[in-house]
């Protein structure tokens, strides 16, 4: 048994105290903020998340999904919404697999109860952590509400602090790999009301998206941008020229636009992820990503489920070349997903509103159908498999290179369900 010291007591955090607890290791969990349970810590970043199948994969591995399963929606289909109010609906598998929608909040705070019911976890809320030494595994506390300042020991120390991570900022000490590059794009959340009878405005088993191909979240300078919406009167011929189908379902836009934050998004690429036996990073904090695949929380519920099945395999007193070997398979592949969540940027933002990325897909669907054990578009495998992002990162990339050469094929918007289209394909997989 090993005294466990998690730094932040967010998603990442609250399911890696989960695992760790059933091990029987003691477990504490210092948390920056006051409890979610107590205290609504989630104003205006309220954006549901999805959970999709290798977070599901590691929620059962930690023997949690059912608490999960309890408060989440199950979605289908991508939905856009044209300039006029059209609507499209692209379903995300052609077997009509749902990834699951839940509120970050809500899924938070389940976490922490389930994290909770183990005896040998410990929650500390209101502690920020001001650092960490390394060597020893001695971590830095201060207490938001006391002002005290604490030193706590501990065998093992995690970062599950997120993207601005005390716990890394310990590492950038020693030779170690960093960078931090923001996108062009922030984002604001609005949130849809419900209907007065309490049901919602648009299909909830959909995810409803505006491509506008030079905004899909609003760049910082340009034609479009944050910085061009002065007040409530800006506001409105933006919204009349670009979502208009929106402005009925908002009664509450204004207030809501000027009183939520702007945040900004940047992808974190880092490493090594451990220092010897004693100090690891996981989830943002090792590998922050824009959130365009919604998979950022998903990637570091995998990180825990591979830690986990690591500690099965060298066992729970060998830290030393488990965090090595944590490291070595998760690091590959937290760079991957950064990769595949700037593609899929440029897919919701322009492609989904282009027939011929539509018709790519019309064909894919169709390759699969026919041949499921050769053809698993790239989505499929990121969203509902297991295979590891860097696998499905360079598959993907091939899976481009055959489609280019088929979408090319003379008179392929009438013949793609053809023999010969299919035959093209698998003849350019061998
Ligand atoms: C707009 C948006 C949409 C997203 N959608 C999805 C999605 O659909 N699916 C998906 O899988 N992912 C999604 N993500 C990504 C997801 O939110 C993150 O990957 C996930 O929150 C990472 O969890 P984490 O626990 O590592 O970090 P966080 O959720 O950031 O948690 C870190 C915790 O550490 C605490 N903390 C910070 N500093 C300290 C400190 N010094 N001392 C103590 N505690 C500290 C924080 O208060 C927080 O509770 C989205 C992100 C954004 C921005």
Request: aromatic share 10%; proline share 6%; with cysteine.
């Amino acid at each position: 048994m090993k005294n466990i010291t998690i730094v932040g007591g967010g998603l990442v955090g609250s399911l890696l105290a989960v695992f760790l607890a059933k091990r029987g290791h003691q477990v504490n969990v210092f948390e920056r903020r006051p409890d979610p349970r107590k205290t609504n810590v989630y104003a205006g970043r309220s954006i549901n998340l999805v959970v999709s199948h290798r977070g599901w994969t590691a929620l059962k591995a930690a023997g949690v999904h059912e608490a999960v399963e309890r408060i989440v929606v199950p979605v289908h289909a991508r939905m856009t919404h044209d300039r006029d109010g059209k609507l499209t609906r692209l379903p995300y598998s052609i077997d009509e697999r749902p990834i699951h929608s839940v509120s970050r909040g809500e899924l938070n705070k389940v976490m922490l109860s389930e994290a909770e019911r183990f005896p040998n976890v410990k929650l500390h809320f209101d502690h920020r952590c001001t650092g960490v030494h390394l060597d020893t595994g001695t971590s830095m506390f201060h207490n938001e509400v006391t002002g005290e300042a604490s030193a706590v020991p501990a065998d093992v120390v995690f970062g599950s602090d997120g993207a601005p991570s005390a716990v890394r900022q310990e590492f950038m000490k020693l030779r170690f790999n960093f960078s931090q590059s923001f996108i062009e794009h922030d984002y604001k959340e609005i949130a849809f009301p419900s209907k007065p009878d309490g049901t919602p405005q648009m299909d909830p088993h959909c995810l409803h998206i505006w491509p506008r191909r030079f905004f899909l979240f609003m760049p910082h300078e340009g034609e479009y941008c944050f910085g061009q919406i002065k007040d409530e009167h800006d506001l409105l011929r933006f919204f009349e020229e670009h979502f208009r189908d929106a402005i009925p379902m908002l009664p509450d836009l204004a207030e809501q636009y000027f009183r939520n934050p702007q945040s900004n998004l940047a992808i974190i690429r880092c490493g090594p992820w451990n220092h010897k036996d004693k100090v690891a990073l996981i989830g943002d904090a090792a590998h922050a990503i824009v959130p365009f695949y919604g998979e950022g929380m998903n990637a570091g519920y995998e990180d825990c489920k591979v830690l986990n099945e690591l500690l099965n395999q060298h066992g729970d007193d060998n830290w030393g070349v488990v965090l090595d070997a944590y490291n070595r398979a998760r690091k590959p592949n937290g760079d991957a997903i950064a990769d595949l969540s700037l593609r899929n940027f440029v897919e919701m933002r322009d492609l989904v509103a282009d027939p011929r990325f539509i018709l790519r897909k019309k064909i894919e669907g169709r390759l699969q159908a026919r041949h499921p054990g050769k053809w698993l578009p790239l989505y499929s495998q990121v969203k509902f498999s297991d295979i590891e992002y860097k696998d499905a990162w360079k598959e993907g990339l091939r899976q481009d290179r055959i489609m280019e050469q088929v979408l090319a094929m003379p008179g392929i918007e009438e013949k793609w369900e053809s023999e010969e289209v299919e035959r093209m394909a698998l003849g350019l997989l061998e």
